[in-house]
């Protein structure tokens, strides 16, 4: 591998997520948690912090802590590096599509070609200009990730942003509870600055990954995708048609999309939900 390799945008942005990660874990296990303020009513004491818990040999809920960052870590890893779903090259670009192909698509929407890579995308795929490759059921390209969300990561993508909210609520908890606001100045940011920096992080990373589980589960339960949703105007198979042609109901959107059942491709969903609407009514 060359040495300039090690600098390519993925590398640094997974190493950076990996490095903040960890940092901020390390952060809640050495600061003083758990702890009450005296300023805080006391009604609900707060448990022992996470070092605490560790020194006492009470480690089940320090290791199901450790456990669920790992966990977050190694989903975010495999989202960021699989293949999102990929369009296939085609060895000819230039030949005609196959008899098979264009049957299964209404005359009114045929397959097109990328003007990019020169493939022919099948419905609901896109072509990312930062990947330099089409994508089937494209999602959306995220930067944090330097990876596309698309077919095959984005079931995995939703659930990464599941664990992660558990893990950053779980955190944000614990750099709260050991925060201590009624100190002077100079030793509140001796004890407490950093603290309160992790805090608001995670307050921030909070709020995007809870805003971003919350978009994806109703793009998810209405078999949308961020682009569709976002550029419906601009897609030909979405202008011709009021609603959306995907959407077979909230059972089967989601046996779909986690389980990939019931099968088939989104050219036959198309086909069938054109014939049911231009049938004539009884």
């Not at 702890?35 to 480690?59: I, N």
């Not at 494209?138 to 079931?155: F, K, Q, S």
């Not at 009624?182 to 509140?188: H, S």
Request: aromatic share 12%.
């Amino acid at each position: 591998m060359a040495p300039w390799a090690l600098l390519s945008p993925g590398v640094l942005v997974r190493t950076g997520h990996t490095v903040l990660t960890w940092g901020i874990t390390l952060v809640l296990f050495l600061h003083d948690t758990g702890e009450p303020d005296p300023a805080r009513p006391r009604t609900h004491p707060l448990p022992p912090e996470l070092r605490q818990w560790e020194e006492q040999g009470e480690l089940l809920l320090p290791l199901t802590f450790l456990l669920l960052v790992l966990g977050s870590l190694l989903l975010y890893l495999a989202v960021s590096l699989m293949d999102p779903g990929y369009v296939n090259v085609q060895p000819q670009p230039q030949e005609d599509p196959k008899e098979e192909q264009t049957a299964m698509v209404p005359q009114a929407n045929p397959l097109r070609r990328c003007r990019y890579c020169l493939v022919l995308q099948p419905l609901r795929a896109r072509h990312c200009r930062e990947c330099r490759r089409c994508v089937r059921r494209y999602d959306h390209h995220c930067p944090w990730m330097e990876n596309c969300v698309g077919e095959r990561n984005h079931p995995l993508f939703v659930v990464y942003l599941a664990l992660q909210l558990v893990v950053l609520l779980w955190g944000l908890y614990l750099a709260w509870s050991g925060l201590r606001f009624f100190q002077p100045w100079g030793l509140w940011l001796r004890s407490s600055g950093l603290l309160f920096a992790t805090f608001l992080l995670l307050s921030l990373f909070t709020l995007v990954a809870g805003l971003l589980l919350a978009s994806h589960v109703y793009l998810v339960a209405s078999n949308t995708t961020t682009w569709e949703f976002i550029s419906s105007h601009r897609i030909a198979y979405l202008r011709q048609r009021p609603g959306n042609p995907f959407d077979r109901g909230l059972t089967r959107n989601l046996a779909h999309f986690f389980c990939g059942w019931p099968s088939g491709s989104w050219e036959t969903l198309w086909a069938e939900e054109e014939e049911e609407g231009s049938s004539p009514a009884v």
